[in-house]
């Protein structure tokens, strides 16, 4: 099992649709967790950080579930401009290393 | 303006020879990092710095090498023993493990 997991995509969904990704992590001690977006060409760019049950932000809502080892990532009226690439990133217990995922393409269309 | 600035923005080498790419923070970060992304892909770690003066490898150091005289730079060396250098690398810094990573803009890297 990869220690960090995310579905490629791409989600094709439409303006205002409501779409969630998950990201399933392989150790049980990890504490925090991060979603970033990466806009193609660009670098990656914190979306929200997870340290407990979830976190809230305007349209985006990250939930985490430690008992099946996931985080998800809501986004609700979903415009344009939310097309890009999301990353799931873990850091490590014990060392200074982050474990990212491959990231989820999403694309919203008109 | 605190942040991370890496330079230059793109770069080309002929194959053979040695490039080194700048990362300087003002964030007054222990942490800093080196990542690769080559197209489609994931970020890969290449080397990381806890402290000044200390870095360890990550999972792809072979062909790079890194120094950290400065707490505010980590510069990425990369050598001609690097057999496919043409990527985009990515620096980035935290302050304490587990905490938030923040990422400069990068800098592409074409081999000629």
């Known amino acids: 099992r990869k220690e960090v997991e995310q579905d490629p995509g791409p989600f094709n969904v439409p303006e205002g649709a409501t779409v969630a990704f998950n990201c399933t992590y392989s150790?049980?001690?990890?504490?925090?967790f991060f979603w970033y977006r990466q806009d193609c060409r660009k670098e990656p760019k914190l979306l929200m950080s997870v340290y407990s049950s979830g976190n809230e932000d305007g349209r985006f809502t990250a939930q985490l579930n430690r008992a099946s080892q996931y985080i998800s990532l809501l986004i609700r009226d979903s415009k344009l401009s939310d097309s890009a690439t999301y990353l799931c990133?873990?850091?490590?217990?014990?060392?200074?290393?982050?474990?990212f995922g491959t990231g989820t393409r999403l694309k919203v269309l008109a | 303006d605190g942040g991370i600035t890496q330079s230059p923005k793109y770069l080309f080498r002929k194959e053979g020879q040695n490039v080194t790419l700048s990362c300087e923070q003002n964030?007054?970060?222990?942490?800093m990092y080196w990542y690769r992304q080559d197209p489609g892909q994931g970020l890969r770690l290449i080397y990381y710095s806890q402290i000044v003066n200390d870095f360890q490898k990550g999972d792809i150091a072979e062909g790079y090498s890194v120094s950290r005289e400065k707490k505010e730079s980590f510069p990425l060396t990369v050598t001609s023993a690097q057999k496919n250098p043409t990527a985009f690398y990515l620096c980035?810094?935290?302050?304490?493990?587990?905490?938030?990573?923040?990422f400069g803009p990068g800098t592409r890297l074409t081999v000629l």
């Open positions: 980035a810094s935290n302050r304490d493990r587990q905490d938030t990573q923040y």
């Open positions: 964030l007054n970060h222990d942490a």
């Open positions: 990133v873990v850091p490590t217990s014990g060392t200074y290393k982050y474990i």
């Open positions: 150790n049980s001690a990890s504490q925090s």
